[in-house]
């Protein structure tokens, strides 16, 4: 099973592994497209005032862009450690056991504009690139990835079933025909529902930390609703490929 996760603006800071190396990371068929990306993050990043148009940050930015700019020699450390937010909170990654880290390692994928998709022991760096961002002289990312990600994401996942938790905006990149969805709605008293954000987020935290710590090896998505159930999840099976999270 390969579980992908969205990235995530935020992102924790330093790290203990040596500079990126596009040649480790998982996937390496996007490596071309890859350093094209970080080549022209930055140089960006020598144009500050360009920066923060180009990538809708604050005259407080800064730190994000001299991140940008050592994309190259800053430190590394493991995708899974280096994002953080409310869908990372819930996943609780610092809480896993040794033994359920490797199964982190192994089941989980995290989206990503800069690297497409990365495996969550995969080492990187701190950066700041938006999966709707159109980087100057460059076509839209959802173009540069098209021909690539979706490709590299079914050989990833050997036949496997795979979990999408992506974001619209990063299955754009790269949609992987078959996959399962994940979709949070809050029903209200009337039994109206409507999709939500902040929660949308925490819940697919909750389904991922369960799809990693369970035991079974799910193969279709009537496994993945008993796994999600069995977490304490409230949910429906909308289709064979879309799974409804009821907050």
Request: hydrophobic share 40%; aromatic share 4%.
């Amino acid at each position: 099973m390969l579980v992908l996760l969205p990235p995530s603006e935020t992102k924790s800071d330093g790290g203990a592994g040596a500079p990126l190396e596009l040649s480790e990371l998982a996937m390496p068929r996007l490596t071309e497209v890859r350093d094209r990306l970080v080549t022209e993050v930055i140089r960006l990043a020598a144009d500050p005032d360009r920066s923060r148009d180009v990538l809708g940050l604050g005259k407080g930015a800064d730190g994000e862009i001299a991140r940008n700019a050592a994309l190259r020699t800053s430190a590394t450390r493991p995708a899974l450690q280096r994002y953080t937010g409310v869908l990372y909170d819930a996943l609780d990654a610092k809480g896993f056991t040794k033994v359920q880290r490797e199964k982190a390692y192994a089941r989980l994928g995290i989206g990503s504009a800069l690297f497409g998709a990365i495996r969550a022991s995969d080492p990187i760096p701190a950066y700041r690139l938006s999966g709707g961002t159109k980087l100057p002289g460059l076509p839209t990312l959802s173009a540069m990835w098209r021909d690539h990600l979706g490709a590299a994401l079914a050989d990833e996942a050997a036949g496997e079933l795979v979990v999408d938790l992506r974001s619209g905006t990063y299955q754009q990149l790269g949609r992987v025909p078959g996959a399962v969805t994940a979709n949070v709605l809050t029903e209200h008293p009337d039994g109206s529902r409507t999709v939500v954000s902040h929660f949308n987020k925490h819940h697919k935290g909750l389904l991922a930390r369960a799809l990693v710590i369970t035991r079974a090896d799910p193969t279709d998505i009537r496994a993945v609703a008993r796994i999600a159930t069995k977490a304490g999840l409230r949910t429906e099976i909308a289709s064979p490929t879309e799974l409804l999270v009821l907050t």
